[in-house]
């Protein structure tokens, strides 16, 4: 088979890489293992355009917030389904100096932040001491849809093999790639927590994060907003199903679920919601995280036909999209990358002998 492309991995990053070269009329086919844990399996897929304790505004929020939401939507239409929604954060405050951060936050004329007017609107669902603000715009790209329906789009159109992809059956020539009976001009990694394991970009500074989450039934609680009290509270697109996390776990042996993450998870729930909830799943992934909190995304600097599309962090959501966009307009039109997520910032580290 020869195609243009070869891609590895179909997680939010393949699958967004994958839906823009068949609109530029590219031939590709993607190799994907259908691990149930991949971090895009189990993301909430918050689009949040705060961060931290102090609200400060994520890198690059005023461009790639408007560009996820058109992004999003226009998959969805084209796929039948709803891709994304706004739900916007409510913010209890766990104490009182959290409130006062966030006032200040507001008082610096901090984007994105706002008052919740009516303090005690939500008093009837959870229990709260020190108020509430808003933070809006927030979207929720539902990946647990999109994933599944752009795989199904792939099989149909025969792009998806359904296996392991094993490094060792690739051979790298000048102009070329071959992997097993397919010829492809490049091959491009969207492989997530896999890439660790790569010989040609292992040596980037990676920094795996495992991250755990439950899903709850809460039938009766108001699903316009997300909530948020040290966890997140979000609606997943089924309803009177929530998604609840997480924590952040730079240290990790295994991928697998905590008690202690469970019994934590709970306890936190019955003190703050004052209605029936049920706990129906617990799961865990690990999420292709980086040193400097910045993706992975170009050519490396020894073998031009190898490529990335990696380290989206906690940020898979908006990040994936927007950096799909540049990957392929810098391949096809010879547009710079941004200099912060250029791989070619490592190049001295990825030009070490990987043998
Ligand atoms: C608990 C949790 C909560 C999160 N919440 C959010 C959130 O609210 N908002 C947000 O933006 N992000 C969130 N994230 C992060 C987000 O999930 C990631 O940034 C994003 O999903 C990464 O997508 P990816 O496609 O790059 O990688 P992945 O999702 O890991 O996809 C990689 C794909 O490649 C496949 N693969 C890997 N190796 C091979 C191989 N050798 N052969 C074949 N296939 C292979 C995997 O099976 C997988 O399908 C969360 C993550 C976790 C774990």
Not at 95 to 117: A, C, H, T, W
Request: charged share 20%.
């Amino acid at each position: 088979m020869n195609v243009d492309y070869l891609i590895v991995g179909q997680g939010i990053s393949g699958t967004w890489l994958s839906y823009y070269l068949q609109k530029e009329g590219k031939s590709f086919v993607v190799i994907d293992n259908n691990k149930p844990n991949a971090s895009s399996r189990l993301a909430a897929g918050i689009i949040n355009p705060v961060t931290g304790r102090r609200h400060v505004e994520v890198w690059l929020a005023d461009e790639i917030l408007p560009f996820a939401w058109n992004a999003y939507n226009q998959l969805g239409n084209e796929l039948g389904i709803q891709a994304i929604s706004q739900k916007n954060v409510i913010d209890f405050f766990p104490s009182p100096q959290m409130k006062l951060s966030f006032l200040k936050r507001i008082e610096e004329k901090g984007n994105y932040v706002y008052d919740y007017p009516d303090q005690s609107h939500f008093t009837s669902f959870f229990n709260y001491d020190f108020g509430c603000g808003e933070v809006r715009p927030v979207y929720t790209a539902h990946l647990e849809t999109i994933v599944p329906a752009w795989r199904e789009k792939l099989k149909s159109s025969s792009a998806l093999i359904e296996e392991q992809f094993e490094i060792d059956n690739l051979v790298i020539n000048n102009n070329t790639i071959h992997y097993k009976g397919i010829t492809a001009e490049k091959i491009i990694f969207c492989d997530g927590y896999g890439c660790g394991e790569n010989p040609y970009f292992r040596l980037l500074p990676f920094a795996p994060n495992k991250g755990e989450l439950l899903i709850a039934e809460i039938p009766d609680l108001p699903n316009n907003y997300i909530y948020k009290k040290g966890m997140i509270l979000a609606p997943l697109a089924t309803p009177g199903q929530w998604w609840v996390g997480s924590n952040y776990h730079w240290e990790f042996d295994n991928d697998q679920p905590t008690t202690e993450f469970r019994e934590k998870t709970e306890q936190l729930l019955r003190d703050w919601l004052k209605i029936h909830f049920t706990i129906t799943s617990h799961q865990c992934g690990i999420r292709p995280a980086t040193l400097e909190r910045r993706p992975f995304v170009g050519f490396h600097p020894l073998h031009p036909t190898i490529g990335i599309l990696n380290g989206m962090g906690t940020k898979g959501s908006s990040l994936a999209p927007f950096f799909a966009v540049h990957l392929i307009n810098h391949l096809l039109k010879n547009e710079p990358l941004h200099p912060e997520a250029d791989v070619k910032r490592f190049s001295r580290i990825l030009s070490r002998n990987i043998s």
